[in-house]
């Protein structure tokens, strides 16, 4: 039997997990994993916000209500935050709740409604940060809150910095049955090092998995934050999310603004429209700005006429004046997506302001080769590409022509999940119409004349009659951090192992999991060693991983060859103590997808001018004697000669015709 507060006693059997957490009690009870018994927690410290259940959620107004509400609010009454937390540990659930609890959103009406790509819906992770007004009631006055649900997952980076250099505070949110993981410590090392005031959350409180003593005592040696600011919720059931927002305003700081200052602004993330152009959405530092003011960018210099201003509620809804400390759109009337520069500066035409400090430029690890399989599809699937790219600005996008696959381009990503979901919206887009290789990474290449140069094409890697040229060959390393239980320390050495990884620290932490640090290549964090570090470890790890620069490395390019010619987009760079298990496990495959011809087809993997593996496909061969019956031998040997110069002959002046398809085929199952 466990006991309740108030002498009610139920069995442990029969005892609901939200039934745990009354709100008439000041009480926190949880049941600990760790010992067999239940353990007190004073916490007076969320349940004592007064909720405004009269005035919450915001009724439905008409635009001109909700207008005329918005522009009321005083400055030191906005909040802008952002949710920090590891993937998949509820950041776009809570913001669902958070949004029904203003009145943005009725409750059940969508699930996930910050995930707008159809790729975040279908893996359940977010990929693009966006942003969400909110109007809340608190002790007599309004609020305009500002919500950025931003991603997790360390290839999206460059997403994260951007939503927090245009809020005051984080929400640090942290599975209570996973804990603290690699990505939790990698994104508050980014909001602490912004300046960004921390609010620790527990979600997922009601799994029968969770531990919350555990992970309330990671928080505070890990992340240094008082347990007792901890808020403990259920996105997924709305269990205490609504003392969210009371310690938002009551912890996260008003914006520091001039409203009668000039206007200033900061881009901070754009898109197309391809009904109103480009859509700028900014960070107002100073001023305001209303519709039909001209703009200016500090970077380019162009100006630009205000179509529209407003804020996302959660899509585009338009106010009368932009003020300085919110978090909203502006249409210019801007139709070349390349001129919106993510970091810029806009001001009021004939207002010069001085430029706010940008964001770090987004450096490419990443790349694929993408060609269109109709090319006379390039210019029209060129304008498409150059739009999405618009929406990734941290995609960088160049032409190449491929020998086999003509015309394209070569797209830069920040890692192999980001990769990932940009080739899988390109395939939802565009399907079998588009050819996309393996990724590959950036190479290094010193010449003897001390000249440097960045491979990011397999095909431009130094080749055997180059090699007295160069001095020496470097590839990429990642410094990865994991963490995952003790007891899989020794799968996890053989995988990183046998992955070249070279080992940096290991730690033991006191929750019984393990943190790792290693140097890995990049070239083997690409081919889905995060996949095959779940795997190991049952999917407990987690990863976070960061630069770590070039070093040298006995690196080669692997072709392959039909009847030796080279097909330069099947070309790799890799190592040379992978390429004979490689070259033979390519040919296999790259077979299985040519067709038989009337002379037999050589498929070879080179390295260093050096066969390394090789599959033939025997011709297809015509019984020529079929027609003789009581002939003589001669007969008979002068037909089978005849047949062999002829067969020698056309494999001499043949052409192995190697449709789009096998080239799918093959770079499918890479």
């Not at 928080?219 to 808020?231: G, K, Q």
């Not at 990865?480 to 080992?503: D, H, S, W």
């Amino acid at each position: 039997m466990y006991r309740l507060t108030k002498g009610l006693y139920r069995s442990k059997a029969s005892f609901p997990a939200v039934s745990l957490y009354t709100s008439w009690s000041s009480v926190f009870r949880t049941y600990s994993s760790n010992h067999d018994e239940y353990v007190d927690h004073e916490y007076n410290y969320y349940l004592k916000y007064p909720i405004d259940t009269k005035n919450n959620p915001t009724p439905t107004l008409n635009p001109s209500q909700l207008n005329d509400r918005i522009s009321k609010i005083p400055m030191e009454n906005y909040r802008s935050f952002v949710i920090a937390a590891h993937i998949d540990h509820g950041k776009s659930t809570i913001s669902d709740r958070l949004l029904e609890l203003t009145g943005v959103l009725q409750p059940g009406s969508n699930k996930q409604v910050l995930d707008k790509l159809d790729v975040e819906r279908e893996r359940g992770i977010t990929v693009k940060a966006q942003t969400c007004s909110m109007v809340y009631h608190y002790e007599g006055e309004d609020y305009l809150l500002n919500l950025v649900d931003s991603p997790g997952h360390v290839d999206f980076r460059l997403e994260v910095s951007r939503s927090y250099a245009a809020c005051g505070g984080a929400l640090l949110l942290v599975d209570a049955s996973e804990g603290c993981k690699a990505q939790t410590v990698a994104n508050y090392q980014m909001a602490k090092s912004m300046g960004l005031e921390l609010l620790p959350v527990i979600n997922k409180i009601d799994l029968d998995t969770a531990n919350i003593e555990r992970t309330e005592d990671q928080i505070e040696e890990t992340f240094d934050l008082p347990r007792e600011n901890v808020i403990h919720v259920s996105a997924k059931s709305g269990l205490n999310v609504q003392y969210v927002l009371p310690a938002v305003i009551e912890h996260i700081p008003a914006p520091q603004g001039n409203k009668t200052a000039p206007f200033k602004a900061l881009l901070v993330d754009s898109w197309y429209d391809s009904y109103i152009g480009v859509v700028l959405l900014v960070s107002v530092v100073d001023g305001t700005l209303k519709k039909g003011q001209k703009i200016q960018s500090c970077s380019t210099l162009r100006k630009y006429d205000v179509k529209e201003v407003g804020v996302m509620y959660p899509d585009r809804f338009a106010i009368d004046v932009l003020s300085a400390g919110q978090v909203g759109y502006i249409v210019p009337g801007m139709k070349n997506s390349a001129e919106a520069l993510v970091g810029d500066t806009f001001h009021v035409s004939g207002k010069p302001v001085e430029a706010l400090p940008g964001f770090e430029e987004p450096k490419s690890m990443v790349f694929v080769g993408a060609f269109p399989a109709d090319g006379g599809e390039f210019k029209r699937m060129e304008e498409s590409l150059e739009h999405l790219v618009t929406n990734d600005r941290s995609v960088t996008l160049q032409r190449e022509t491929s020998n086999a696959l003509g015309q394209g381009w070569r797209l830069g990503f920040l890692g192999s999940l980001h990769a990932s979901v940009f080739k899988e919206r390109l395939e939802n887009e565009y399907g079998a119409k588009l050819i996309i290789t393996s990724p590959t990474v950036p190479y290094k290449v010193v010449y003897r004349d001390g000249t440097e140069k960045i491979v990011t094409n397999p095909d431009d890697f130094p080749g055997i009659n180059d090699k007295n040229k160069v001095a020496a060959l470097y590839e990429p390393f990642v410094e990865i951090t994991m963490t995952f239980p003790n007891e899989y320390l020794g799968t996890v050495m053989k995988l990183c192992e046998a992955n070249r990884a070279m080992q940096l620290d290991i730690q033991y932490l006191n929750n019984g999991q393990v943190l790792a640090m290693y140097d890995l290549p990049l070239a083997h964090l690409v081919d889905d060693f995060f996949g095959k570090l779940k795997s190991a470890t049952k999917g407990y790890a987690s990863l976070d991983y960061e630069d770590s620069g070039y070093q040298p490395s006995d690196i080669v390019k692997l072709e392959l060859l039909v009847n030796g010619n080279g097909i330069d987009a099947l070309a790799t760079v890799m190592h040379k103590s992978q390429v004979e298990r490689n070259g033979q496990e390519f040919v296999k495959r790259f077979k299985e997808f040519l067709k038989i011809q009337q002379f037999d087809v050589i498929i070879q993997a080179r390295a260093n001018s050096k066969i390394v593996a090789r599959e033939t496909i025997k011709a297809r061969r015509k019984d020529v004697l079929a027609k003789l019956h009581a002939s003589d031998v001669s007969r008979r040997k002068k037909l089978l000669v005849r047949q062999k110069e002829g067969k020698k002959q056309l494999k001499s002046i043949g052409n192995i015709q190697i449709n789009n398809d096998a080239y799918q085929s093959f770079l499918r199952r890479s």
